[in-house]
């Protein structure tokens, strides 16, 4: 009876030295696991920092989005020219030079006054004295190049087209002398002979 017993006390304690030993190991194991998360979670919050750092980079650079009103193009006949933000040549009429508005009423209906973009800067990186001016007849704001209200032209189709430069047209008693505008004094640009009207735009002999 007492070596049975004794048997019994010897599994017992068998039994609960190993239960001891199974709780040991798991607890070690959930530590175990505990660690990895957290080594997992500092290395994802490490590669966070640095993609921030990234994104603070690029945000500070990110004067490079900012729309502008105008920018340079090269022309194959006139060289560098000015062009607005759809790639329009930008014109300016002589008859203007001295900032005095004429293109008015019917003139506005094939040369389009270049607006500023909302948001936009009147400004392009090498070119300076580009500035804006308010309209008399509509209150609007017209974009200048060295004090001369510029101007798109309803016949350029595409981008990059100057049909209208050396064009002459007659609006409102005005005789018009329009031209490209050039930043870099290549392909200056110089009046061409009047054309005669042949039934086109205009309202005088300068007609085209």
């Known amino acids: 009876m007492e070596l049975a017993l004794s048997g019994r006390r010897r599994r017992t304690q068998m039994s609960m030295q190993d239960g ?9 194991l959930r530590a175990l696991a505990l660690l990895g998360t957290a080594t997992v979670v500092a290395a994802c ?34 060289g560098k020219i000015l062009v607005d933000v759809s790639g329009k040549t930008l014109y300016f009429a002589e008859q ?3 900032g005095t508005v004429r293109c008015v009423d019917a003139c506005l209906r094939f040369w389009f006054p270049a607006k500023i ?5 009147p400004s392009v990186p090498g070119v300076t004295e580009l500035d804006v001016l308010h309209r008399a007849d ?9 004090g001369k209200p510029l101007y798109t032209f309803q016949l350029d189709s595409s981008a990059g087209d100057a049909d ?19 930043v870099d004094g290549e392909g200056t640009p110089t009046p061409s002979p009047t054309p005669g009207n042949d039934g086109g735009y205009g309202d005088g002999p300068g007609g085209y």
Do not use: C, I, K, M
């Open 20 to 28: 001891a030993a199974v709780r040991w190991a798991s607890a070690a």
């Open 45 to 78: 919050g490490s590669g966070g920092t640095t993609d921030d750092g990234t994104g603070a980079g690029d945000g500070g650079g990110d004067t490079s989005s900012v729309t502008v009103a105008v920018r340079t193009q090269d022309h194959p006949d006139l």
């Open 96 to 98: 203007e030079e001295d």
């Open 117 to 121: 973009p909302d948001g936009a800067a």
């Open 138 to 146: 509509n209150g609007q704001e017209q974009l200048t190049y060295q």
């Open 164 to 182: 209208g430069n050396n064009l002459q047209d007659d609006f409102g008693g005005v005789h018009f002398v329009w031209h490209a505008v050039t």
